[in-house]
Nanobody
Framework: QVQLAESGGGSVQAGGSRKLSCTAS????????MGWYRQSAGKEREGVAA????????LYANSVKGRFTISRDNGKNTVYLQMNSLKPEDTALYIC????????????WGKGTLVTVST
């Protein structure tokens, strides 16, 4: 079983930056895809960004493209989300996820880390 632990959440003013990290532990694979989702109160979960194992295939939600950057360090089993030019609309619980069998369906989910963006 894989466990995901997110960190880096907190409060930041609009226009600022924040970097999230998610570390996978337990049974992992050399070919897994990792990604970030977010969920705000009263809203459905939204995919934010995803990155494959080699880092050469990356997807972003249109709402964050150009502002957020996803990256990974396979030696640390860690994926990062660099968030720049943050907006109040980015306020959400950011949840890390992992696809261990390359079927485009996430298999493991973290507990999330809360990011609050204020004006």
């Amino acid at each position: 079983q894989v466990q995901l632990a997110e960190s880096g959440g907190g409060s930041v003013q609009a226009g600022g930056s924040r970097k999230l990290s998610c570390t996978a532990s337990g049974r992992t694979s050399e070919t897994y895809t990792m990604g970030w989702y977010r969920q705000s109160a009263g809203k459905e979960r939204e995919g934010v960004a995803a990155i494959n194992w080699s880092g050469d295939s990356i997807l972003y939600a249109n709402s964050v493209k150009g502002r957020f950057t996803i990256s990974r360090d396979n030696g640390k089993n860690t994926v990062y989300l660099q968030m720049n030019s943050l907006k109040p609309e980015d306020t959400a619980l950011y949840i890390c996820a992992l696809d261990i069998n390359r079927d485009s369906n996430m298999d493991y989910w973290g507990k999330g880390t809360l990011v609050t963006v204020s004006t």
